[in-house]
């Protein structure tokens, strides 16, 4: 089996929403990345030359529908597509249409954790028109990747086999957290020289998942830190809530703050984050961390109503069915 680690990284992620006109002022004034509204029914945002980053359709999810994978080379999206047909899971061939949006050449679509679409490509076509954004310094991708999403779950040892079959997902570290008296751990994994670019968290033995949405958080990287606290400044100007005000991760040591999406998963900007090199990677041992910030990160207007909301959603998910795709979770990979 041809490993695949390495060769992988987040290249756009798939947001379904009916509130384009506050997601193009999220993305365009306050985040400031570029704003492609050229197509019909469909927005897109750009960090870099790709021509697209952020897809945003019309349906009533509010939330991340599918993540893209960039693969580079086609020996390796063809070792990932053996993978997933040899476990028996169906892959959906992106149509010309689906990959034209994308910016894509080829596109495959499969069923990933909790309703989480996952769709892997091979190059990303160069957009045509210059990069126009507020975010002057530019956005940190390449081989990395976009950024990071954090998700939910109630079985992260399955979300962890899925990334691990269909991956090589390595894990970097964990964090140990309580959020509203309820005790998180995080894992964090890598799929390249990105500290992480999934993170899953789950409530310590409890069946409980208190978001709504697929994905938690969505994370963008800044080159320059003039970048990270003007957008900071833009959020709160133009009227967006803020989740966590600007502080620093333990385990990555980037500085972020945490914005509240127009759909209601929240974004995080952040810079300067630890990488894991080849160097780093030949000696690298995971190891916990006790909560989520050495300094800040403190919340900032979470109302009591939000929390009630949060609770009742928790208690709902203990009735709701969470499909992870055990064909390719396997018996899943539990902490160390
Ligand atoms: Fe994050």
């Not at 009916?18 to 004034?29: I, K």
């Not at 991956?167 to 008296?181: H, P, V």
Request: hydrophobic share 40%.
């Amino acid at each position: 089996m041809r490993e695949v680690f390495g060769n992988v990284h987040l290249g756009y992620v798939v947001v379904e929403t009916e509130r384009f006109a506050d997601w193009r002022r999220f993305g365009r004034d306050a985040i400031g990345m570029h704003l492609d509204d050229s197509l019909a029914d469909i927005l897109r945002f750009r960090l870099d030359d790709n021509e697209c980053r952020f897809l945003l359709r019309r349906g009533p999810g509010e939330d991340v529908a599918a993540l893209g994978w960039e693969l580079d080379d086609h020996d390796t999206f063809d070792e990932v597509i053996a993978r997933v047909t040899a476990h028996g899971v169906p892959i959906t061939e992106g149509t010309t249409e689906e990959a034209d949006i994308r910016g894509v050449e080829r596109l495959v679509r499969f069923p990933g954790p909790n309703g989480l679409a996952q769709e892997i490509f091979t190059r990303a076509r160069p957009a045509a028109a210059p990069l126009q954004m507020a975010n002057r310094g530019g956005f940190v991708t390449g081989e990395s990747g976009l950024g990071h999403v954090a998700l939910t779950t109630k079985k992260p040892h399955q979300v962890r086999g899925y990334y691990n079959t269909v991956f090589d997902a390595r894990l970097t570290d964990y964090i140990d957290e309580t959020i509203s008296g309820l005790k998180f751990k995080i894992r964090f994994l890598r799929v390249n020289q990105r500290h992480h670019s999934i993170a899953i968290a789950a409530v310590n033995r409890l069946p409980l998942n208190p978001i709504r949405t697929r994905v938690q958080h969505v994370n963008v990287q800044v080159a320059e830190l003039d970048d990270m606290t003007a957008s900071y400044q833009r959020v709160k100007e133009l009227g967006f809530d803020m989740a966590l005000a600007v502080g620093q991760n333990t385990n990555d040591k980037e500085l972020s703050y945490y914005a509240v999406t127009p759909s209601g998963f929240e974004w995080e900007v952040g810079w300067n984050p630890i990488v894991v090199d080849d160097e780093a990677e030949k000696t690298w041992l995971p190891t916990t961390y006790q909560g989520i910030s050495i300094w800040g990160h403190t919340p900032e207007g979470q109302s009591i109503v939000d929390r009630l909301a949060q609770f009742r959603a928790g208690a709902q998910s203990l009735l709701r069915r969470e499909d992870n795709v055990p064909a390719l979770a396997g018996a899943g990979i539990g902490d160390n």
